[in-house]
């Protein structure tokens, strides 16, 4: 399949996971991504982030290069740095779109480039919490939690990438690149769905709600694990039925006032159905009554599930302790080049100032 991204050149400035994680898609996609690191100081990647967001990006070290120039010779510079720091090694972006106007720039920072918090310092729990995940993390009676994986920090590069891919379409389409402003806490709080904007129209506070935010909308125990049922209203009828329960199929329940005020009744008997099947069996209900189910799987289930091999889901990183399995690509339909090795650091300066620059170093 062709690559989408083929011929596109990406400098990533070395930050954190944002960054790494916008450039790590768009490398995926077919962009030729040249990551330089030694210029700035900064919060240090652990080795399994190295493995998967550095993996198949040419490796730069900033001291043997005209930043400058290799900038000028991209298509697209992705960077997480505090607001400031482009000005500061000399990229502003305004005179960087001067000299090429093609170019986009995308900066991903906690608060964005403008405002009262601009210079505000925030890891991962601290966009988490500013977005507004929080207040639905965690059971009604307890305090909020954060959950695992730097979720904020991911979110802000996957909106980095798709803004940073439409930018460069428009500017293939009339040549005009753009500077673009991603901030993590405007990310995170567009992931609440409808309690944000409820909440800023008038709407009451929503409470945290643990696993359950309706009976028939929620995690249960079952037998050998944990299985989600997530029922829109035409769906319950069909819930009903795969739980083969006349109470249900032929009673009050069916009216969505009479569930809301009888959650505990409902839940009981969701409870006691789950514990009486398996997490295949639940899946294979979710297939024959076409209705929306799933169930909290391990990552070693994962690494094992036939549809995820099926859809050619993996890529296997070479690294110096061995090879590792790392997700690929987010979707399919699209080609997708599998990124297969961890460069060393600064491995490729000499071969990028000759290819991108005709040999220009700093």
Known sequence: MDLPLEGVRVVELAGGIAAGFAARELAG????????EGYA???????????????????VDAGGV????????ADILVEDGPPG????LGLNPAELRAAKPSLVVTSISPFGQTGPYRDYKAPNIVSFAMGGFMTLTGNYDGEPLVTGGSQAQYFG??????ATATAYLGAIRHGEGDWIDISLQECAAGTVELYGPATASGGPVMPRMGNQTRSEWGIYPCADGYAGVFTLQRQVPNLFKAMDDPELTDGPYLDPTYRLEHPEELAAKLYVFMAQHTMAEIMDMGRTFKIPVGVAVSPADLLAAASLA???????????????????RPFGGLGWRHLDRLHEPGED??????EWMGGMAS
């Not at 300066?349 to 000759?354: E, L, S």
């Open 29 to 36: 996609y077919g962009a030729e991504v040249v990551r330089v």
């Open 41 to 59: 100081e900064g919060p240090p990647l652990s080795a399994n982030e190295e493995t998967y967001l550095i993996a198949g990006k040419r490796r």
């Open 66 to 73: 005209d930043l400058r120039a290799l900038v000028l010779a």
């Open 85 to 88: 720091q482009l000005d500061r």
């Open 157 to 162: 590069g996957l909106h980095a990438f798709a």
């Open 310 to 328: 099926e859809r050619d889901f993996w890529d296997d990183i070479e690294t110096p302790e061995g090879t590792a399995r790392v997700p690929g």
């Open 349 to 354: 300066t000499t071969a990028v100032i000759k």
